[in-house]
């Protein structure tokens, strides 16, 4: 079975644009869930959603949005690009919005901000 | 502030050798706990959850225990081998308020030697 999906893999953007990153859960997983881990920390959490509703939203500007569609892919959005915003951004899946519940991680985008 | 501490932040020991890695955390207040494993520049790849109302874990030569009063959970890794080597994380997901996301900590990263 496939795992969590992410698109691109890896990204060159310059200061002040604008980038969207994507993501396919599990199969029959409902919920995704983002987050941006910088060099050397432990993941930060962006975002859940869950039957495209957002269920929580971390500590991030309002430059960060994103969204949940029929088929519980997402997307995030990264508006007016900063040099911190560089990270691996990372797709998380799990069956619900269940606090008891596993979550997988996809593989990540790369983003590099020049 | 919730916090997740693990300690330390490397360790490298001789192939075949049992290791134990620390991850300790400030509010005992958990749903469950999950350890993770992170190879360089690649996304999570879940290894063990450990509900609340556990004690412990096992898969393979992974063993991870959980002591909410304390506040600390341990990941057991027995007859270490080379391909063991990567960072590990360990994410709790707390109760009431910011119930929907993981708090990683920083990781430690095991290098082991052949």
């Known amino acids: 079975d496939a795992g969590v999906t992410q698109s691109p893999t890896h990204l060159i953007k310059t200061r002040g644009q604008q980038v969207t990153l994507r993501c396919s859960p599990i199969s029959g997983h409902k919920s995704v869930s983002w987050y941006q881990q910088v060099l050397g920390q432990g993941p930060q959490f962006i975002f859940q959603y869950y039957e495209k509703e957002e269920r929580g939203r971390g500590n991030f500007p309002d430059r960060f949005s994103a969204r949940q569609f029929p088929n519980y892919s997402s997307e995030l959005n990264v508006n007016a690009l900063l040099l911190g915003d560089s990270a691996l951004y990372l797709c998380?899946?799990?069956?619900?919005?269940?606090?008891?519940?596993?979550?997988?991680f996809g593989p990540g985008t790369r983003l590099t901000v020049l | 502030k919730q916090e997740v501490t693990q300690i330390p932040a490397a360790l490298s020991v001789p192939e075949g050798e049992n290791l134990v890695l620390n991850c300790s955390f400030t509010?005992?207040?958990?749903?469950?706990l999950q350890w993770f494993r992170q190879d360089p520049g690649k996304g999570l790849t879940s290894l063990l959850l450990i509900q609340s109302s556990q004690r412990e874990q096992t898969s393979g030569r992974l063993n991870a225990s959980l002591d909410k009063s304390s506040g600390r959970s341990t990941l057991y890794i027995a007859a270490s081998q080379p391909g063991d080597s990567a960072t590990y994380l360990c994410a709790r997901r707390g109760t009431g308020a910011g119930s929907y996301q993981l708090t990683f900590g920083k990781g430690t990263k095991l290098s082991v030697i052949p």
């Open positions: 509010d005992s207040a958990i749903y469950n």
């Open positions: 998380a899946s799990s069956l619900s919005a269940g606090y008891n519940n596993e979550q997988f």
